[in-house]
């Protein structure tokens, strides 16, 4: 493709609205991405029976936002009509409220990763960000956004957030690295545009989505200005290659058939995206070289995504559902530690909820007019993400037994000779198909050993941030000296000069519903 037609391809807008998970699906067809998975370029992702089930999740919340639209839709100051809860930029407390009940819910009814947090939180980070950024800098990148936004609203298109950079050494920042494209970086600036370069790793759904948004993944310095980009392209733009990330037992939805997958309908979806030289018009960038803005972006966004993990909440829920009805099966429901450990497992998936949802209720409002989530909540919240799901799933493999990992093939179950004794053999309690147990545990086995124990348990601790992450800003908001000073008044010691509490803590803690902005 010529520059001149790179130009074109990402500066357009989309053409019509999409309304339902089968016109998703469709809109994805004929893109000539430049996919590679198994070692072999993909010739159409929609139809690969690895990715499909991934696409199928996403076309979920097409579907949810038709069916119950209160929950899943919002009115929008843009379109002034209702749009995808996924694409809303939040205008009070209930709308993240709001979003953290949808997530649940399709949580709830795809059991797996939906793929669209990422966009939504990011759009809501830059829509207070841009705006302190034109505020302090006197660019213009808060109506570029807003346009962009509105433009997605009005196609109702999946977004996709770029942020997590393969990082190369560790130890050194973006600009100081051996090979300077560890870090996605801007290589050239012209008259129309900028061009970058290098890798974002383990994208979660970036196939499935119709943009980017590239974002810095840590806060830079004066030298790391190349480093400071935000900008939206199409997923299917030139220099863009996509290198898909293997699940575990990803090749059972190659095998044919629909019980050894486990959940053979919906999956999830990660892969790296290199960028070489690709294309970004200026209407598209949202920051250039403003480096010291890199840390307030994330921050923002990880307080938006760290509460968005409420979403295991509902997946969760389905786990705690496959562990009762294999509890039924083996005829053990009303023994008193089964019960028990289902009360425990409720109890684990519902301080999830509750903190992540206490997050949002907490919000607050910036400049820009958007509401951002508490951000001590919204640490907790994910840090309880970071642990709670592994013990949910111990405890359903505990109930399921060995069998969730020793039973045979699907295409023995099917066989005339072999099949009957399957039937037979793995039989539990008699009114209850063998098929059906099956099935229950294979379920069981995908949730907390196979695909989707990818989205339920490994991005569980390491997506918006490994643990560590989450108690380096827990460490920042808890106000420790207030703490004490709370204690020497009740003890009857004099307070300290330095034991005053923090403005941002008071009014966190103690604002009334109408919150204040910051």
């Known amino acids: 493709m010529t520059e001149s037609a790179a130009k074109a391809a990402a500066a357009r807008p989309e053409a019509r609205s999409i309304r339902t998970g089968a016109e998703y699906i469709e809109s994805l067809r004929g893109r000539k991405l430049k996919v590679y998975l198994f070692g072999e370029l993909v010739a159409e992702p929609v139809d690969h029976p690895v990715i499909r089930p991934s696409i199928n999740a996403v076309a979920e919340t097409y579907d949810l936002a038709l069916r ?34 949808m997530q649940r819910r ?21 829509h207070s960000v841009t705006f302190e950024i034109d505020e302090q800098c006197g660019t213009a990148y808060h109506e ?32 100081a690295q051996a090979d300077p494209d560890m870090y996605v970086h801007i290589t050239r600036r012209t008259k129309d545009g900028i061009y970058i370069k290098g890798a974002k790793a383990h994208q979660t759904g970036c196939l ?3 943009w980017l948004i590239v974002m810095p993944t840590i806060r830079l310095g004066p030298g790391d200005k190349d480093y400071a980009v935000v900008g939206a392209l199409p997923v299917d733009a030139p220099g863009i290659t996509y290198l898909y990330g293997r699940q575990s037992c990803d090749t059972r939805s190659m095998d044919g058939g629909d019980i050894d997958a486990g959940n053979a309908r919906f999956a999830g979806q990660e892969a790296m995206i290199v960028f070489d030289d690709a294309f970004i018009p200026w209407q598209r960038v949202f920051m250039d070289g403003e480096h010291e803005f890199a840390a307030m972006l994330v921050e923002r966004f990880t307080c938006y995504h760290r509460r968005s993990y409420v979403c295991k909440s509902g997946v969760g829920d389905v786990l705690i559902g496959a562990a009762a009805a294999i ?19 409720t109890h684990l998936n519902e301080t999830i909820y509750a903190t992540g949802i206490s997050a949002s209720h907490q919000a607050t409002r910036m400049k820009s007019g958007v509401f951002l989530s508490d951000d001590m909540l919204s640490n907790v919240c994910k840090h309880h993400v970071t642990r709670l799901p592994y013990e949910i799933g111990r405890l359903a493999q505990d109930l399921a037994g060995g069998l969730m990992v020793t039973l045979p093939s699907e295409k023995d179950l099917r066989h005339p000779e072999v099949g009957e004794l399957m039937r037979k053999y793995l039989k539990g309690r008699a009114d209850i198909p ?15 050993l196979g695909r989707n124990a990818v989205g339920y348990l490994t991005e569980s601790m390491h997506g918006a941030g490994s643990p560590q992450a989450q108690r380096v800003q827990i460490a920042r908001a808890m106000q420790v000296e207030f703490k004490k000073q709370l204690a020497r008044t009740l003890a009857g010691i004099a307070p300290g000069p330095a034991d005053e509490p923090g403005e941002d803590y008071l009014a966190r803690v103690f604002k009334p519903l109408t919150a204040t902005t910051r």
């Open 144 to 175: 570029r956004f807003k346009a962009f936004a509105a433009m997605a609203q009005r196609g109702n298109l999946v977004i996709g957030g770029a942020m997590t950079d393969v990082k190369g050494d560790r130890s050194k920042a973006p600009g």
């Open 208 to 210: 499935n989505s119709h």
């Open 434 to 448: 063998t098929e059906d147990r099956i099935r229950i545990l294979r379920l069981i086995e995908n949730m907390t």
């Open 106 to 126: 399709l949580g709830q009814l795809t059991g797996t990763c939906f793929q669209r947090c990422v966009g939504m939180d990011a759009l809501n980070a830059l």
């Open 68 to 101: 119950n639209p209160e929950l899943a839709t919002a009115a929008s100051p843009y379109t002034k009509g209702r749009v995808n809860r996924f694409l809303h930029i939040a205008q009070s407390p209930e709308d993240l409220v709001m979003q953290n009940k």
């Open 327 to 345: 509890a039924d099966c083996n005829g053990v429901e009303k023994a008193s530690h089964v019960r028990d450990k289902l009360v425990e497992m």
